[in-house]
């Protein structure tokens, strides 16, 4: 990973915060994208972060927001914009790094489990982004296979990062933990090192995968 320019969108917290601090660690270039110095949910502001990179090596897509609602309570707006940011962004991001990528390039995108299944702490909006960007992973696979750049997704379950914590109560987290069978949520770096796995050379034939991280959760 040294001197390899990696580009981690939503690197301010949680997993994201973690990989930038470990691929800093590993002597990469590390461009972190967070809401201090870019809104991807607009298209100009991605123009313009991206408009002095020159290169990238390795696209970590990790941004999301949830909202733990019913149907019945998520207002259109709400909607459009776990919508815009959970999936429309990650499009967006992949076509402005594509010119940018050469052969033997990687690209992850931090899907969910609540994209293979369901989901017990959040909405029918976030769960819609998460399965859509497995599409997103799976077809660009097809397209960008010829070129020699790799694809694939993680779907992590439900890990104990900042976003969690706000979205249950301590009650909660251990009903929850009770329901998994390892009887425990993960640990960000549990759900770090499988992305290093897929950014290096080991995975050179893997394409178009979604790794499950869900301490066997089916």
């Known amino acids: 990973m040294k001197n390899k320019t990696v580009v981690i969108v939503g690197g301010s917290t949680g997993i994201g915060k973690e990989l930038v601090t470990t691929f800093k660690n590993l002597g990469s270039n590390v461009k972190s994208v967070s809401r201090a110095n870019c809104d991807i949910t607009k298209q100009e502001e991605i123009d313009l972060y991206f ?21 019945e309570d998520i207002s259109l707006n709400e909607w ?19 010119p940018l990528m050469k052969r033997g390039s990687k690209i992850v995108n931090v899907s969910s489990i609540a994209g293979r299944s369901k989901s017990l702490v959040s909405g029918v909006h976030y769960t ?43 009650k909660q987290l251990s009903e929850l933990s009770n329901n998994i069978p390892l009887r425990r949520v993960a640990q960000v770096n549990e759900i770090v090192k499988p992305i290093l796995f897929l950014c290096s050379e080991d995975a050179s034939y893997i394409h178009g995968a979604c790794l499950d991280i869900n301490g066997g959760q089916l």
């Not at 999301?64 to 609602?69: D, H, L, V």
């Not at 914009?81 to 999936?87: A, E, G, K, M, R």
């Not at 799976?138 to 993680?154: D, F, H, T, Y």
Request: charged share 15%; hydrophobic share 35%; aromatic share 4%.
């Open 51 to 71: 408009s002095d990179i020159n290169q990238v090596d390795i696209l970590i897509n990790n941004a999301a927001i949830n909202y733990c609602k019913s149907i």
């Open 80 to 98: 459009n914009s776990v919508i815009d940011t959970n999936l429309t962004s990650y499009f967006y991001i992949i076509k402005k790094c594509l």
């Open 128 to 170: 819609s982004s998460k399965a859509g960007l497995i599409g997103l992973t799976r077809q660009l696979a097809q397209e960008l296979g010829p070129k020699g750049i790799n694809i694939n997704c993680v779907c992590p379950s439900q890990t104990l990062t900042p976003m969690l914590e706000r979205s249950m109560t301590s």
